[in-house]
């Protein structure tokens, strides 16, 4: 989809239905325009970018898109508060160029490079974008930590597919997330696309749990013994598998539900149990493993 085609679309959508586009749903279709961007921007800098990415195809420049799909992320999905000693309203515009920099400079090749020789104004743009606590400290980043700094927030990658996608010094949790295949993409997004936004957090922690779970160990009893840390070497995801099944997953979650029925409450059992079964529907539908 091209990114003119995107915005005709968005348009139209607006115009000739009943029911508005919700901010939510803006957000999402602008996400997607962005990892399909930045998909194009990564693979041609030998990056992985989005495995469920549309082909990028434009009549702009390359430079102009950057800018300009971040402003309509930006836009529908900046929320909340900024320190006070931060101008927000500059931010988009600040951000925008140092991404646009960012392609013309190398850093999506050199991403470490790039933002050494970034000045403390312009760091300080790249923090608050990300939602950074505390300044950034370009030395200690690792190579993932420090290509997704440059990337806006939906289109970030787990570079080193170890099912978290860092950004600074933090790790988010994330599904669908950089990794996941298009097929199941797109029968989440089926699932999911008149959903609440906290349930669905609720449902995407949870697609996650496999990758969590395989990194705390327990006893015969099943108690907490200990856990791995995100970038410690022992650390595993199953999901990195390529014959990890997300129907088998759903399929465990149903009989979790079922062995569980009568301590959960009905109204969660019943509303769970839809899910997972309309989740593993689609998945099947879309050919998905």
């Given at each position: 989809?091209?990114?003119?085609?995107?915005?005709?679309?968005?348009?139209?959508?607006?115009?000739?239905?009943?029911?508005?586009?919700?901010?939510?749903?803006?957000?999402?279709?602008?996400?997607?325009?962005?990892?399909?961007?930045?998909?194009?921007?990564?693979?041609?800098?030998?990056?992985?970018?989005?495995?469920?990415?549309?082909?990028?195809?434009?009549?702009?420049?390359?430079?102009?898109?950057?800018?300009?799909?971040?402003?309509?992320?930006?836009?529908?999905?900046?929320?909340?508060?900024?320190?006070?000693?931060?101008?927000?309203?500059?931010?988009?515009?600040?951000?925008?160029?140092?991404?646009?920099?960012?392609?013309?400079?190398?850093?999506?090749?050199?991403?470490?490079?790039?933002?050494?020789?970034?000045?403390?104004?312009?760091?300080?743009?790249?923090?608050?974008?990300?939602?950074?606590?505390?300044?950034?400290?370009?030395?200690?980043?690792?190579?993932?930590?420090?290509?997704?700094?440059?990337?806006?927030?939906?289109?970030?990658?787990?570079?080193?597919?170890?099912?978290?996608?860092?950004?600074?010094?933090?790790?988010?949790?994330?599904?669908?997330?950089?990794?996941?295949?298009?097929?199941?993409?797109?029968?989440?997004?089926?699932?999911?696309?008149?959903?609440?936004?906290?349930?669905?957090?609720?449902?995407?922690?949870?697609?996650?749990?496999?990758?969590?779970?395989?990194?705390?160990?327990?006893?015969?009893?099943?108690?907490?013994?200990?856990?791995?840390?995100?970038?410690?070497?022992?650390?595993?995801?199953?999901?990195?598998?390529?014959?990890?099944?997300?129907?088998?997953?759903?399929e465990q979650m149903l009989d979790y539900l079922d062995y569980f029925q009568h301590q959960i409450p009905k109204q969660q059992y019943?509303?769970?149990?839809?899910?997972?079964?309309?989740?593993?529907?689609?998945?099947?539908?879309?050919?998905?493993?």
């Amino acid at each position: 989809m091209t990114t003119s085609a995107f915005r005709d679309i968005m348009m139209r959508i607006e115009t000739h239905t009943s029911t508005p586009l919700t901010r939510l749903q803006k957000q999402d279709a602008a996400g997607e325009q962005l990892q399909n961007l930045f998909n194009e921007i990564l693979t041609s800098a030998g990056r992985p970018g989005y495995a469920s990415a549309e082909a990028y195809e434009s009549e702009n420049s390359i430079q102009d898109d950057i800018q300009q799909d971040w402003n309509d992320w930006f836009s529908v999905a900046n929320t909340g508060n900024y320190p006070d000693d931060v101008d927000a309203s500059s931010l988009p515009s600040d951000y925008g160029n140092l991404l646009v920099r960012s392609y013309n400079e190398g850093g999506y090749v050199d991403p470490q490079g790039f933002l050494k020789n970034l000045t403390k104004d312009e760091l300080a743009t790249v923090q608050h974008v990300n939602r950074l606590a505390d300044p950034i400290n370009v030395d200690e980043l690792t190579p993932e930590a420090a290509l997704n700094l440059l990337i806006p927030r939906p289109a970030q990658i787990d570079l080193n597919y170890d099912g978290l996608t860092q950004v600074g010094k933090g790790y988010m949790i994330r599904f669908p997330d950089s990794r996941t295949p298009e097929a199941v993409v797109n029968a989440w997004k089926e699932t999911t696309a008149d959903m609440d936004p906290m349930e669905r957090s609720f449902y995407e922690l949870q697609m996650k749990l496999p990758t969590l779970l395989a990194n705390i160990q327990v006893d015969d009893q099943g108690r907490y013994v200990s856990h791995t840390e995100p970038g410690d070497p022992n650390w595993v995801n199953p999901q990195a598998d390529s014959n990890y099944s997300y129907t088998e997953l759903t399929e465990q979650m149903l009989d979790y539900l079922d062995y569980f029925q009568h301590q959960i409450p009905k109204q969660q059992y019943e509303q769970q149990r839809a899910f997972y079964s309309a989740l593993q529907q689609s998945l099947l539908a879309h050919g998905a493993r």
